[in-house]
């Protein structure tokens, strides 16, 4: 793979910015591909900005507008509680068919610039019951977009198969622990870094960097 193009999917956030040094590491040449569908904190955007400039990767930036008329929920619209699924019920923060369009669009884009590896921070083992971050869907993905293209992709889940600690631990392996602590935006409430500590992804976030940081000792 080091001597391969990969395209990855980038939020800014804590999880495909570990994804983002993974693939910097492990492949030739990297860019990076951010979707504006009028998320709920426009600091995003800016933040991905930011991180690509300082990692000296190309960024593109695709307005996805459209995705926000579709599916209204607690990304796109501040008048939408943040809840976690009750009950066997989705979470409010789940954005249907959000992971399904942006590996389609990292697709296009990765046949536009010859790149042959596609990487996504999903994870099955904290995917907080989004069934677009399932093994699974994944894979029956990369057959479709292949057979759409006629071409041969390989969509790279760093993280899929394993938990909130691991990826600070991955992170930490990559030398990148401190960057992902201090320069990313996981929080739902658009707080950079360690976050607000009360919305779901914080929570989740914090949880896994104490139990990591606490491993060490």
């Given at each position: 793979?080091?001597?391969?193009?990969?395209?990855?999917?980038?939020?800014?956030?804590?999880?495909?910015?570990?994804?983002l040094f993974w693939a910097i590491k492990n492949f030739k040449e990297v860019?990076?591909?951010?979707?504006?569908?009028?998320?709920?904190?426009?600091?995003?955007?800016?933040?991905?900005?930011?991180?690509?400039?300082?990692?000296?990767?190309?960024?593109?930036?695709?307005?996805?507008?459209?995705?926000?008329?579709?599916?209204?929920?607690?990304?796109?619209?501040?008048?939408?509680?943040?809840?976690?699924?009750?009950?066997?019920?989705?979470?409010?923060?789940?954005?249907?068919?959000?992971?399904?369009?942006?590996?389609?669009?990292?697709?296009?884009?990765?046949?536009?610039?010859?790149?042959?590896?596609?990487?996504?921070g999903v994870c099955e083992t904290d995917f907080s019951g989004y069934p677009?971050?399932?093994?699974?869907?994944?894979?029956?993905?990369?057959?479709?977009?292949?057979?759409?293209?006629?071409?041969?992709?390989?969509?790279?889940?760093?993280?899929?198969?394993?938990?909130?600690?691991?990826?600070?631990?991955?992170?930490?392996?990559?030398?990148?622990?401190?960057?992902?602590?201090?320069?990313?935006?996981?929080?739902?409430?658009?707080?950079?870094?360690?976050?607000?500590?009360?919305?779901?992804?914080?929570?989740?976030?914090?949880?896994?960097?104490?139990?990591?940081?606490?491993?060490?000792?």
């Amino acid at each position: 793979m080091k001597q391969d193009k990969a395209v990855v999917v980038f939020s800014g956030g804590q999880d495909s910015t570990t994804c983002l040094f993974w693939a910097i590491k492990n492949f030739k040449e990297v860019e990076v591909i951010t979707f504006d569908y009028g998320q709920r904190h426009a600091l995003e955007i800016e933040c991905a900005k930011q991180i690509a400039q300082e990692l000296n990767v190309r960024h593109h930036i695709l307005n996805m507008s459209l995705l926000n008329q579709l599916a209204p929920n607690a990304l796109t619209r501040d008048d939408i509680e943040i809840k976690e699924g009750e009950e066997g019920e989705l979470p409010s923060t789940f954005v249907p068919g959000r992971n399904l369009v942006f590996l389609s669009f990292a697709g296009i884009l990765a046949s536009q610039i010859g790149a042959k590896h596609i990487v996504t921070g999903v994870c099955e083992t904290d995917f907080s019951g989004y069934p677009d971050c399932r093994d699974i869907f994944v894979k029956s993905l990369n057959v479709t977009l292949n057979l759409s293209m006629d071409t041969s992709f390989v969509i790279h889940t760093p993280l899929m198969w394993i938990n909130k600690e691991e990826t600070w631990a991955l992170a930490d392996q990559l030398g990148a622990f401190d960057f992902v602590r201090q320069k990313t935006l996981t929080c739902y409430n658009g707080i950079i870094a360690d976050g607000c500590g009360e919305c779901p992804a914080c929570k989740l976030r914090l949880q896994g960097m104490e139990a990591y940081v606490q491993s060490l000792k």
